[in-house]
């Protein structure tokens, strides 16, 4: 789903060579990355993040599967919140910025 997001989001922001990734308490840009690396970074750790905590919760034990994949949900709803949030201040900026 969030590769999808960064796909629809990459036709969406096509005119920008480079995205803001981080902003100050003011609003103002902090720092800006590559198109591609903006719209990538939040899926790849999202990828590392929830392999690595489903690898865990295979390990464990089964007792604690039921709140473990909870767990799991919540981080990636979480995610695709965070995702989505990224790109509504991207839009708000970059209207800023026109």
Do not use: Y
Not at 48 to 66: N, R, Y
């Amino acid at each position: 789903m969030l590769i999808a997001l960064s796909r629809a989001a990459n036709r969406r922001f096509s005119g920008h060579d480079r995205l803001p990734m981080q902003w100050s308490l003011g609003g103002e840009v902090v720092w800006t990355a590559s198109r591609r690396v903006a719209l990538a970074f939040t899926p790849a750790l999202a990828a590392v993040l929830l392999i690595g905590t489903a690898t865990l919760l295979c390990l464990g034990k089964v007792e604690t599967q039921p709140d473990g994949l909870w767990a799991l949900l919540i981080m990636a709803l979480a995610f695709v919140g965070t995702h989505l949030l990224h790109f509504w201040l991207l839009g708000r900026s970059l209207s800023k910025k026109s």
